[in-house]
Structures are given as structure tokens and as C-alpha cells.
């Protein structure tokens, strides 16, 4: 469903999150990092976090993006002092590549791997169910998010055939409205 306005088109750095309502379009690329969205169908608003590890190895006073242990529940205390259910909303997740297979001793150990492994348990701690998820392997992922649709669009990038580089795909285009 394309707009019939010009949406405001939010990147996300790793470590960053950010809510939209249905005007909002969000981005981000990914490789060992995480990206969760959460789209409320009836209300048309959301969220999506970009962390880059399981956990902080200290507590500090302030909440970072950096950390599925800090973001997923801060995401989920923003909706319910809203007065907003996890039930309500359709969450999906992307990324946690192994973006050094071959430095790695197991696909276990890897930051991907621990990434997804914390993401899917607090998610689920925190009441929300995972709808769809794009996880591991060993490519670049760029995702899109349209809060006015809930789509997310997800574009995977170079993967590693026989030790090798397979080609660059062709770009992704996010759709514009027709002018």
C-alpha cells in the first residue's frame, strides 16, 4: 500500500531506537546487530531498536539502545504507561549474523547468536510474541519499516559462497508515492 504523503524517514544507528506513528517510515542496517519492530495494527504507531549485544557488563542509571537487556524492556514500559498491551502488537525481528564465520569456534558463540538468543527471551518476558523473524546466517541485512502498513521490507546483503564474496545485489528502493 503505497502513502498518499511524503513519510518521515527515520535511520537507526546502531543503538538507537525510535516510535512512529503512520507517517513514520524507519531504517536500519544490520549485521551481528539485532532490529525488533513493534506495530500496533488498530492505532497504526510503533517501534523499532537496533541493539548490538546481549547485555551491559555493568548497571548504570541511564537506559542505552545498545542492549537488548535495557531497550526491549523499555520499549514495553513506553507502550504499557500507555495503556498498551504486548498481545496488541505484531513484533518481528531481524538480523544476528555471524558476521565472522570463520573466526568464530561455533555459530553458538557468536555475538549474532547471543543476540538473538537474549532477544527472543525478553521479548518473551515481556509479554510479546514474535510474529516473523529473519535471524544468523552470514549476511548484511537492510530493513524497512512502513508504520502506516506494519510491512517490514527486509534486503539481505553480501553472503560468503565457498570463502568467497557473492555478487552485491541490486539496491533497495523503498517505495515513494507517485508524484
Known amino acids: 500500500m503505497l502513502p498518499d504523503f511524503e513519510p518521515r524517514e527515520v535511520f537507526l544507528h546502531p543503538g538507537d531506537y525510535a516510535f512512529g506513528d503512520e507517517r513514520t517510515r524507519i531504517h536500519t542496517l544490520l549485521g551481528s546487530c539485532v532490529a525488533v519492530t513493534f506495530w500496533h495494527p488498530e492505532l497504526r504507531i510503533g517501534a523499532m531498536c537496533h541493539y548490538l549485544l546481549p547485555s551491559r557488563p555493568a548497571v548504570r542509571d541511564r537506559v ?3 542492549y537488548a537487556q535495557e531497550v526491549i524492556p ?14 496488541e502488537f505484531h513484533v518481528k525481528m531481524f538480523g544476528g549474523s555471524n558476521m565472522s564465520p570463520g573466526l568464530s569456534l561455533d555459530d553458538i558463540l557468536s555475538i549474532g547468536s547471543k543476540n538473538i538468543y537474549v532477544g527472543e527471551r525478553l521479548l518473551g518476558a515481556c509479554g510479546f510474541r514474535i510474529a516473523k523473524a529473519d535471524l544468523a546466517g552470514v549476511s548484511q541485512r537492510r530493513v524497512i519499516f512502513e508504520l502506516w502498513s506494519g510491512d517490514v521490507w527486509v534486503r539481505q546483503g553480501t553472503r ?20
Open 74 to 87: 523499555a520499549i514495553s514500559d513506553w507502550f504499557l504507561s500507555r495503556g498498551l498491551q504486548p498481545a
Open 64 to 66: 542505552e539502545g545498545c
Open 160 to 179: 560468503l559462497q565457498d570463502g568467497e564474496e557473492a555478487p552485491e545485489p541490486e539496491p533497495f528502493r523503498p517505495r515513494r508515492r507517485p508524484s
